[in-house]
T-cell receptor
Framework: DGGITQSPKYLFRKEGQNVTLSCEQN?????MYWYRQDPGQGLRLIYY???????QKGDIAEGYSVSREKKESFPLTVTSAQKNPTAFYLC????????????FGSGTRLTVV | EDKVVQSPLSLVVHEGDTVTLNCSYE??????LLWYKQEKKAPTFLFML??SGIEKKSGRLSSILDKKELFSILNITATQTGDSAVYLC????????????WGLGTSLGVNP
């Protein structure tokens, strides 16, 4: 079955460490997205990529980095520069215009300890 | 600036009740409006609406768009405890139809 796989589901990080969240899709979708979700704040766009080897900053890109070396993969690195990294992170993809809807992964909950 | 506003932010009902969730939008080059249901993890797609006045229906859920008044409603009839979730609406942004602008969601609780 086609879908998006995010790993790990839960991640604990010490302050000052970088961590990388994995997102893999086998839907042959061109565009991929990373969102952060905090209580009461809805979904906020971190980065998105519309094609391999290209990506753009979203609304809250500071402290994050991404790469898109393969169509199937869009990993997100949360760097030590991110002031409040504890959050729920969602990866999504779409093959056409966004108004056809996104497919989401099941998310990674990152906790800084 | 594009925006999507949902109301109410939270709602608690009893099983069997009917609920109506609201989503208003301001998007310069409006294309469509999307509804999602989010239980614990990934949002799942419910409806895409593009035309005014045409109801989309799936079981006990239905949705309709009013392009003149710039809003959409999501109706759930005969609610069940399994309908407890956050319901999100979103619309493609002006100038970049691969990016969505999201409402904050309505948190629905259904008590037995």
């Amino acid at each position: 079955d086609g879908g998006i796989t995010q790993s790990p589901k839960y991640l604990f990080r010490k302050e000052g460490q970088n961590v990388t969240l994995s997102c893999e899709q086998n839907l042959n979708h061109d565009a991929m997205y990373w969102y952060r979700q905090d209580p009461g704040q809805g979904l906020r766009l971190i980065y998105y990529s519309q094609i391999v080897n290209d990506f753009q900053k979203g609304d809250i890109a500071e402290g994050y980095s991404v790469s898109r070396e393969k169509k199937e993969s869009f990993p997100l690195t949360v760097t030590s520069a991110q002031k409040n990294p504890t959050a729920f992170y969602l990866c999504a993809s779409t093959g056409r215009e966004a108004d056809y809807g996104y497919t989401f992964g099941s998310g990674t909950r990152l906790t800084v300890v | 600036e594009d925006k999507v506003v949902q109301s109410p932010l939270s709602l608690v009902v009893h099983e069997g009740d009917t609920v109506t969730l609201n989503c208003s939008y301001e998007v310069t080059n409006f294309r469509s409006l999307l509804w999602y249901k989010q239980e614990k993890k990934a949002p799942t797609f419910l409806f895409m609406l593009t035309s005014s006045g045409i109801e989309k229906k799936s079981g006990r859920l239905s949705s309709i768009l009013d392009k003149k008044e710039l809003f959409s409603i999501l109706n759930i009839t005969a609610t069940q405890t399994g309908d407890s979730a956050v319901y999100l609406c979103a619309a493609p942004r002006t100038g970049n139809n691969r990016k969505l602008i999201w409402g904050l969601g309505t948190s629905l609780g259904v008590n037995p």
